[in-house]
């Protein structure tokens, strides 16, 4: 059995690189899209994890799959398109390391994946299924993922989902909140930005926003991620919130997808249901998703950034002593 199978886009990230001799901006080829980001992590962690997606069948695609395959990830289910080519993201950085997208999708082979070609038996032996809402912006991946997320919810499988709103990526944002909000019914659990929480519940009060989403979806965790200042979760009826980490940002991409994977590693090293987690559990892997996600930014790229346990493990014990050492003072 697999622990953890996704399904989404996987994608070309072209990061900011310097500049040529004329001044003019270079752009670093790297790997990239949030569900193989997850993935990516959990692999780089010893977790068993398999991919299912589309990529065109052109230098690009083949790079994708050496990557995930060399990544340790079952690749499987990645499909080849003769007709389409690999998306592309183009990352811009800010003076802070936070990233905004230009995308070359249209279409792109992650939205042209087809039901048929999903591979349904690698979903049904999973102990998770992970999912965003990028492969449903349209037809027929849009098909394809919902079946998938069906498939998994009928046979018992954990289903992780992220509502990762890209506003180029969707002809109107009323259908971006439609298609949103029917992933979320068939969620466990939720990792959810400040802004896309704003965006479905319609307010930036993290309370009511995440009581929203618990109430009319029947969510048992939503994690609301807020950056550099850490995290918000609400398991069940109860709240918390766990801070940051400080550390130099260098790029903040696939920060959010590495804090989710650090979660889901969490809840598979635990071994019990979600409602068996108490607010003790609910801060340590908060803790440590934060930890992971705060180390991804310290370096370029998604996948290629992914830490490693010790490295995660040493980040959470040196802020723990500085932290004694403030307080001495």
């Not at 080849?80 to 792109?108: E, I, N």
């Not at 506003?167 to 979320?184: F, I, Y």
């Not at 609910?282 to 790229?301: C, E, I, P, R």
Request: proline share 3%; net charge negative; charged share 25%.
């Amino acid at each position: 059995m697999l622990d953890v199978i996704a399904l989404g886009e996987v994608l070309i990230d072209f990061t900011p690189a310097g500049k040529s001799e004329t001044g003019e901006v270079r752009f670093e080829q790297n790997p990239g899209g949030a569900p193989a980001n997850v993935l990516s992590l959990l692999a780089k962690l010893g977790k068993s994890t398999a991919f299912i997606g589309k990529v065109g069948d052109d230098q690009f695609g083949h790079y994708l799959h050496n990557t995930l395959r060399e990544s340790g990830m079952n690749t499987k289910g990645l499909v080849f398109s003769k007709d389409t080519r690999t998306t592309l993201a183009f990352v811009h950085l800010d003076d802070q390391g936070d990233r905004s997208f230009s995308f070359y999708r249209s279409p792109g082979a992650d939205m042209m994946l087809r039901e048929n070609e999903v591979d349904f038996e690698l979903i049904s032996n999973a102990r998770v299924f992970h999912f965003g809402s990028i492969s449903m912006t349209h037809e027929p991946a849009a098909s394809a993922t919902l079946k998938a997320a069906a498939h998994a919810k009928e046979h018992g499988v954990l289903i992780s989902y992220d509502p990762n709103l890209r506003e180029n990526l969707w002809d109107d944002l009323t259908h971006a909140k439609e298609r949103m909000e029917q992933g979320l019914f068939f969620a466990d659990v939720v990792k959810i930005s400040e802004e896309e929480l704003e965006f479905i519940s319609g307010t930036k009060d993290l309370e009511k926003g995440s009581s929203y989403l618990s109430d009319r979806f029947d969510i048992p965790l939503i994690l609301v991620t807020l950056g550099s200042k850490g995290c918000f979760y609400r398991h069940g009826s109860e709240t918390g919130c766990r801070s940051g980490y400080h550390v130099k940002a260098v790029d903040t991409t696939g920060a959010g997808d590495a804090f989710l994977g650090g979660m889901l590693y969490q809840i598979l090293e635990k071994g019990v249901p979600l409602s068996g987690l108490d607010l003790e559990d609910m801060d340590q892997m908060v803790s440590f998703a934060n930890a992971v996600g705060a180390l991804v930014t310290t370096k370029k790229g998604a996948i290629p950034a992914m830490p490693t346990i010790e490295e995660v493990l040493v980040l959470e014990k040196n802020t723990k002593w500085l932290n004694k050492e403030n307080v001495s003072q």
